[in-house]
């Protein structure tokens, strides 16, 4: 059998886009469809306010497992960048739980929860922010893109 030439640079490129490109949608239709499917789980509850609540911490939970899981690359993600969100997560699931459900608080506990989870919020942004930061600098101006604007339209559907 005669063996195939070696891909040219830019070949080697384009296919590496192509995965990458192949990846982030499947990605972003596997986080729309499991959302949906919950979502609709939710609202078939029939206003079973505790089941609603505990299916809506599961699904964001796997969510974020999903995106963390397969978005990173093992080798290059902080550990201690990893536990830090992780404990923050916990942190803003907890204040979420806490936070009674309505839509303002109304005794101090809750009103606490509300503060936990905007600042584990902000701690969890800024975490991945940083994360991107230091993935950005083992990037090579031929490194082909990432598509993270396909995650950015799932949650703007998710979020209508």
């Given at each position: 059998?005669?063996v195939?030439p070696?891909l040219?640079?830019?070949e080697?490129?384009?296919?590496?886009?192509?995965?990458n490109?192949?990846g982030?949608?499947k990605?972003?239709a596997a986080?729309v469809g499991?959302g949906?499917?919950f979502?609709?789980?939710g609202m078939?509850?029939g206003?079973?306010?505790?089941?609603t609540t505990q299916?809506g911490?599961?699904?964001l939970?796997g969510?974020?497992g999903y995106q963390?899981?397969?978005?990173?690359a093992p080798a290059?993600?902080?550990?201690l960048?990893?536990v830090?969100?992780?404990?923050?997560?916990?942190?803003?699931?907890?204040?979420?739980?806490?936070?009674?459900g309505?839509l303002?608080?109304?005794?101090?506990?809750?009103?606490l929860?509300?503060?936990?989870v905007l600042?584990?919020?902000?701690n969890i942004?800024?975490?991945f922010?940083?994360?991107?930061?230091?993935?950005?600098m083992f990037?090579?101006?031929?490194?082909?893109?990432?598509?993270?604007?396909?995650y950015?339209?799932?949650?703007?559907?998710l979020a209508?």
């Amino acid at each position: 059998k005669a063996v195939p030439p070696p891909l040219t640079p830019e070949e080697l490129f384009a296919k590496a886009e192509a995965e990458n490109k192949d990846g982030a949608t499947k990605g972003a239709a596997a986080t729309v469809g499991l959302g949906l499917v919950f979502m609709a789980l939710g609202m078939s509850a029939g206003g079973d306010a505790d089941f609603t609540t505990q299916l809506g911490i599961f699904t964001l939970a796997g969510m974020v497992g999903y995106q963390v899981v397969w978005g990173v690359a093992p080798a290059l993600h902080s550990p201690l960048m990893s536990v830090t969100n992780a404990i923050s997560g916990i942190t803003a699931v907890g204040g979420l739980l806490m936070m009674g459900g309505g839509l303002l608080p109304e005794t101090p506990a809750q009103w606490l929860a509300a503060v936990a989870v905007l600042v584990s919020s902000i701690n969890i942004g800024g975490g991945f922010l940083m994360t991107g930061k230091m993935l950005d600098m083992f990037k090579r101006d031929t490194d082909p893109s990432s598509f993270k604007e396909y995650y950015l339209a799932a949650g703007g559907v998710l979020a209508v």
